[in-house]
């Protein structure tokens, strides 16, 4: 079993800033990568922002220079930290973990979501 756990998000005015943070934990045997997606009310889930274990990050062209994405491998922890927030960002924030789990001897390679925490940014 694996669990994302996501916090951070909630309501705040355009042009503020908002942290979210998502924690890994179950039987995990590596992760390959991290990242966090969104959806917006009547649209398509979309990539935010996306990190590797070797630290290569990856984002949308609309939040480019205004949000980072960084990953502590250790407590298998990913952050996102989203600045100059706009209107638009509001949606619905998944956590996402591409990883093995099980152990050395057995272990099998997927993909696992969190729960979803809404971010609100008012104009």
């Known amino acids: 079993q694996v669990h994302l756990v996501e916090s951070g998000g909630g309501l705040v005015q355009a042009g503020g800033s908002l942290r979210l943070s998502c924690a890994a934990s179950?039987?995990?045997?590596?992760?390959?990568?991290m990242g966090w997606y969104r959806q917006a009310l009547g649209k398509q889930r979309e990539l935010v922002a996306r990190?590797?274990?070797?630290?290569?990050?990856n984002y949308a062209d609309s939040v480019k220079g205004r949000f980072t994405i960084s990953r502590d491998n250790a407590k298998n922890t990913v952050l996102l930290q989203m600045n100059s927030l706009k209107p638009e960002d509001t949606a619905v924030y998944y956590c996402?973990?591409?990883?093995?789990?099980?152990?050395?001897?057995?272990?099998?390679?997927?993909?696992?979501w969190g729960q979803g925490t809404q971010v609100t940014v008012s104009s």
């Open positions: 996402n973990a591409d990883l093995y789990s099980g152990n050395s001897a057995s272990y099998i390679r997927d993909d696992y």
């Open positions: 179950g039987s995990i045997f590596s992760i390959n990568a």
């Open positions: 990190i590797t274990s070797g630290g290569s990050t």
